[in-house]
């Protein structure tokens, strides 16, 4: 047998074991992995290697330091899982698993290609009631992203709306609970979502101290070129 087969049988293995991959080329690997003592042999060295990294217990945000979280990319739960991995491991110890959406996140967390994973509800209540643990969290802080074409008018009409179905929500908060579990598809009841993490706001205004603190953050990290300012972005 080729080199390359060997070498791609091992590639598609370690990107199976981090990421996932594509049926077809998972039914490739199966089938030489029956074929090659020596990749079988990697295979089973990997896969205990993995087993003693996944032994170590995740406890407090500093067990984190060089442990993938996985986040869907360029969203915000990959920028507030780098904030909150920040403060707590150091930048340089700060690892990011990229994996989609909440759902696909979920099932990594479920069958063990991802150790920590960034959510939302409902699946931090799913999450509890299946066994998961908390590690850190973080609320929402009541921002929002409008069209910069609307007149001041429309945009007051669309906070006025926004800001009366968050009174609605907050003053009967399991009357509304079944359209945020819907997206755990029948896992979790609408009585099983928990209050604690479900944080609904006011529209806020994002001051320009906040505003420059995050862009600076974001810049300093390639994450944006920076050539807006707070003014042309930011409407009241
Ligand atoms: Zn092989």
Known sequence: MSDNLHTRAQQLLAQSLIEGIAPADDAWLRKHLEDCPECREHAAATNDLLRALRAVPIEVPRDLADIPVMVQELTGSHYTAIQMLESAVGREHVSIQ???LPQARYAALKNGTARAIAV??????LGLKEGAHI??????RGGEVISPDLTPEQRKAFYDAENQAVDLI????YKFAHHVTAHAKGALKPTELLRAFVHYKHVD???????????DWMKERGMSEGQSQHAALVVG
């Open 205 to 215: 205004y994002y001051d320009a101290a906040t505003f420059a603190r995050a862009y």
């Open 120 to 125: 939302m509800e409902p699946f931090i209540s």
């Open 135 to 140: 590690i850190a969290a973080s609320f929402y």
């Open 170 to 173: 907050n003053g009967d908060f």
């Open 98 to 100: 990229n994996g989609g």
